[in-house]
């Protein structure tokens, strides 16, 4: 096995932004000590990793055909060494994840076992796929929040309007993907119920996240830079909202896709530095 | 003009990272009220926008050949209108910048004479062209730095580092292109001294920043977020300057250029979470 085998199967950028959206997490539940924020990092990191491996394994057989450069696919790596890897990094992580409490470490194996249920399985259904991909790219956040034990209405706003903008960009890529997929055999959402009534249900889970983000400052929460931080990035969604409900055009979704990272990224930025002026 | 161009020619993605550099700077700074941080954004926004426009007028002649896709080199977007446009972000970016004070002013205006500069000359003139784009990524925080006026310590190490690592991935990048560079003309220093004195640069400028970076430590900055936060950061950077220095394969600078955002990432988290808790 090679090195460059191994950086290749574990995507280690992919795993980094778990381990930092862990650490964000921590941060805006209210912690502040170095070590769990390394042993967050740690366990996010190698569930990443993990998840990643437990593809290439499932994949390989369709990598074959279609992307021959994967490790799997050239040799480089066996699919008995891929298996042993995909259970020392799950191993290691769920000790790393036991350090910092019980809590955590069922959330790390609940993330664990989605990794595993949408390679084997849900990848190839649409919808609930979709929900798997934004329930894994909130859960980090949710993870590091629990973690940090003190903000906890700040991570609960931040786990579901990440995971329900998430979920939104999923079905605008779905969109953008729609004759790809219908060729792959994958039942995605626009395949199956079409193109408009997927853009209205993107829409409308970007209009269900606006409201969210507003709960803290019902709540009391009346920091000028939480809300001005929130209206920025609400304002860009509502507007981003109204053009995806008209969407029509696939190429047009991937577009839109790229696009809404500016207000994840803004609504990100806005609750960690809340978090942390709460110190 | 159709809004999709003025969109495609502005580049909003890009410009929106460097108001966001703007207002990390401004936190690291010590800053924390909400209004100059949006001031500072939208001059960050503004002058980045300008430089975009900027850039596709004097390289209109060249995306004829190349890059047909280009709203001006489409006609979606006229040469005088291109002009228009670069001409009033600028000056809205300036009235922006001289909201915040004097000393911002300056750099704004120092970063816009830069843009033109590069896009004018500097561009084909290897590590001249490559020194103003490291410098162009270091001077948003700086300004924010500025506008926040308390932690410049903090600053000056951000600064610093960021033009250093940034410097040396420009480098990279130049060792990566040194086939198509040469081709089109453009003398960039791997073409004109070697891959090899390229490399080492490359894995010097990774070096001299790595100090930098210790210098709060050294006045006395004990804060174990910091001295964590850096210490991850610089292993992985001396780890990438030794593969670096060796580098022979143009193929291969592709991979290490695009690698080093991770340490990069996590440089930029620490001056940031650092500069909240000094709060």
């Not at 969604?237 to 109204?242: E, H």
Request: proline share 4%; glycine share 10%; no cysteine.
């Amino acid at each position: 096995m090679r090195s460059r085998a191994l950086i290749e199967i574990l995507r280690p950028v992919n795993d980094v932004m778990i381990g930092i959206a862990v650490i964000a997490g921590y941060l805006v539940g209210g912690g502040r000590a170095p070590l769990p924020a390394l042993e967050g990092f740690l366990t996010g990191f190698l569930i990443s990793g993990y998840s990643m491996v437990i593809n290439d394994i499932f994949d390989v057989r369709v990598d074959i055909l279609n992307r021959r450069m994967r490790p799997l696919v050239r040799g480089d790596l066996s699919i008995g060494g891929a298996w042993a890897l995909a259970l020392s990094t799950l191993a290691l992580g769920m000790v790393t994840s036991a350090l910092t409490g019980m809590a955590t470490l069922v959330i790390a194996a609940i993330f664990a076992a989605l990794a595993f249920l949408y390679s084997a399985k849900l990848k190839m259904m649409g919808l609930a796929g979709n929900i798997v991909v934004a329930l894994s790219m909130a859960i980090p956040f949710l993870y590091g929040g629990v973690m940090g034990g003190i903000n906890y209405l700040l991570v609960f706003v931040m786990f579901s309007t990440s995971f329900l903008t998430g979920l939104s960009r999923e079905v605008l890529k779905a969109i953008a993907d729609v004759k790809g997929d219908a060729a792959s055999g994958i039942r995605s959402l626009p395949a199956t119920a079409g193109v408009e009534v997927s853009a209205v249900l993107s829409a409308a889970l970007i209009a269900l996240a606006v409201p969210i983000a507003y709960i803290p400052v019902i709540a009391g929460l009346r920091s000028p830079w939480y809300v001005s931080g929130v209206s920025i990035a609400s304002l860009i969604f509502i507007l981003m909202a109204i053009d995806i409900s008209k969407l029509r055009d696939p190429q047009r979704a991937y577009v839109m896709k790229k696009r809404m990272l500016i207000p994840m990224a803004i609504g990100l930025i806005t609750y960690v530095v809340q978090g942390l002026l709460l110190a």
